[in-house]
C-alpha cells in the first residue's frame, strides 16, 4: 500500500474498532483532550457503563467524557468527501505530488521597528488598541519597549535587577483596555504590571510555576498560562489602585502551554500547547480552541495540521484578528497562517510567506494592522491589507 493511502485510512478510520468515520451516529469522530480522535461507539465502550471517565488507548491520559468534542476538521474533510467517499488527496485540491494550493496576497509591509541593538531577543509584543501603542518585552537593560503609532520610542522600562518592579525574565506581554502593561516574568515566577509611564503598580509572586502566555480581555482581566503547572489562569485586578482580587485556575492538564489568545468579540480564548517529544527531532505544538465558558471546541497538533496542510506547521504566537478568525505564526516555513473561525477550525490561508526569520509574537493594532515579532532580526513588522 503507497504511504499516502496508507496515510488516508488512518485519518478516515477509528484506530481502535478500525470502522470508517461517519457524520453521524456511532462512527461520529471525537477529540479527546490528549489530541487523539475514537468514534463516538468507542469513546462510549472505554468509558464503561457510567461513562463517566475514559483511559486514551493510545497515550494512557485519563479524561471525564463531557471532555471529548467532536473533531471538526475530520467532520469537514468527511463533507467534502460526500457519501460517495472520494480520495483525501482530491478533496484538499493536492497533487499526487502534495502541491499546495497558490497562496493568496495577504498582507504587505508597512513598518519596521526594532533591530539589534534597540531589541535583543524579543519575546513578547501587545497593542494598546486605544492609544496604538506598541509594548515589547525583550532581554535589555530595560526590559519593555514602547513604540508610538508611528514607530518612534516613546518610552523604556522594566531595569533588569532583583528590586520589587525590577523584571528578570520577560516571557510575554499583554496591554488592558484600561491602559496597563501586564508582563510575565520566567526569571522570579511571578506576574507584573506597570503604566504606560514605567509606574510598577502591582506584582503578584505567589502560586505560579512558569507563568508564560498572557493576553487580556476586554474588561481588563488578565488571560495567562503557567506552562510548568500545565494550566490556564484568569487573573483580576484593579490595576489603577495597584489592588489584586483573585486568580482562578480555569484550565488544568494542559500541556506546556505558552502562547495564548482571547477574541475580543466572543471571549474564545486559544492556547498553544508544546507536546513532550517523543524521538528525536519529534516535538510538536498543539492549537487548542475553548469557548468563553471553557468548552473544549477544538484541537489540532503538529501531526494531524500536516495531514491537512501542505508542510508541518511548529505554532509559537497566536492571535485573533477582528474578525474572531485564528492567526499563528509557523517558525517551520517562516509564516504567519490564518486557521479560520473556532466553528470551522482548522483552514488554511497564508497571510505572510516571506520575509520572516524566527515569528515569536503577534498582534493586531487599532487600525487592524497585524504586528509580528522577529526574534530573528530582534525586529517588529508591521503589515497592512494589500
Not at 116 to 143: F, I, M, Q, Y
Not at 353 to 379: K, R
Amino acid at each position: 500500500m503507497a504511504a499516502e493511502d496508507e496515510a488516508e485510512l488512518g485519518l478516515l478510520e477509528c484506530r481502535v474498532c478500525f470502522e470508517r468515520y461517519g457524520p453521524g451516529g456511532q462512527r461520529r469522530p471525537r477529540n479527546l483532550p490528549c489530541g487523539h480522535v475514537l468514534c463516538r461507539g468507542c469513546v462510549g465502550a472505554l468509558g464503561g457503563a457510567e461513562r463517566r471517565r475514559l483511559e486514551c488507548p493510545f497515550c494512557r491520559r485519563v479524561c471525564g467524557s463531557a471532555e471529548t468534542s467532536d473533531c471538526l476538521p475530520l467532520l469537514q474533510l468527511l463533507e467534502v468527501l460526500g457519501p460517495a467517499g472520494g480520495s483525501v488527496p482530491s478533496a484538499l485540491g493536492r497533487s499526487g505530488g502534495g502541491a499546495a494550493a497558490p497562496a493568496p496576497a495577504g498582507l504587505g509591509l508597512r513598518l519596521s521597528l526594532g533591530g539589534w541593538g534597540s531589541l535583543v531577543n524579543p519575546t513578547g509584543v501587545a497593542a494598546c488598541r486605544r492609544s496604538g501603542r506598541l509594548a515589547v518585552a525583550h532581554d535589555g537593560k530595560k526590559r519593555i519597549h514602547v513604540f508610538g503609532p508611528s514607530g518612534s520610542c516613546l518610552q523604556r522600562f522594566g531595569e533588569r535587577g532583583d528590586a520589587g518592579n525590577d523584571i528578570k525574565y520577560p516571557l510575554d506581554v499583554t496591554v488592558t483596555s484600561d491602559g496597563h502593561v501586564v508582563v510575565t516574568d520566567g526569571g522570579d515566577r511571578s506576574v507584573k504590571a506597570f503604566d504606560f509611564e514605567g509606574r510598577g503598580v502591582l506584582a503578584i509572586r505567589e502560586g505560579f510555576c512558569l507563568p508564560w502566555g498572557v493576553d487580556a480581555t476586554p474588561e481588563s482581566e488578565v488571560i495567562l498560562t503557567d506552562s510548568e503547572a500545565g494550566a490556564l489562569y484568569r487573573l483580576t485586578a484593579d490595576f489603577r489602585k495597584g489592588e489584586f482580587k483573585k486568580c482562578q485556575m480555569i484550565r488544568s492538564q494542559l500541556i506546556s502551554p505558552r502562547g495564548v489568545a482571547v477574541s475580543q468579540t466572543s471571549g474564545a480564548i486559544v492556547v498553544i500547547e508544546h507536546l513532550k517529544a517523543q524521538g528525536p527531532n519529534s516535538s510538536s505544538t498543539r492549537v487548542t480552541i475553548f469557548s468563553a465558558e471553557m468548552d473544549l471546541v477544538g484541537q489540532m497538533d503538529s501531526f494531524g495540521l500536516n495531514l491537512f496542510f501542505p508542510s508541518k506547521i511548529y505554532t509559537t504566537a497566536v492571535a485573533f484578528d477582528k474578525e474572531g478568525r485564528v492567526i499563528v505564526t509557523d517558525v517551520c516555513s517562516q509564516a504567519v497562517i490564518c486557521l479560520g473561525k473556532p466553528e470551522e477550525f482548522p483552514t488554511f490561508n497564508p497571510l505572510i510567506s516571506h520575509g520572516l526569520s524566527y515569528p515569536v509574537g503577534l498582534t493586531y493594532m487599532a487600525n487592524n494592522s497585524l504586528a509580528v515579532l522577529d526574534s530573528g532580526d530582534h525586529s517588529i513588522k508591521i503589515y497592512s491589507s494589500t
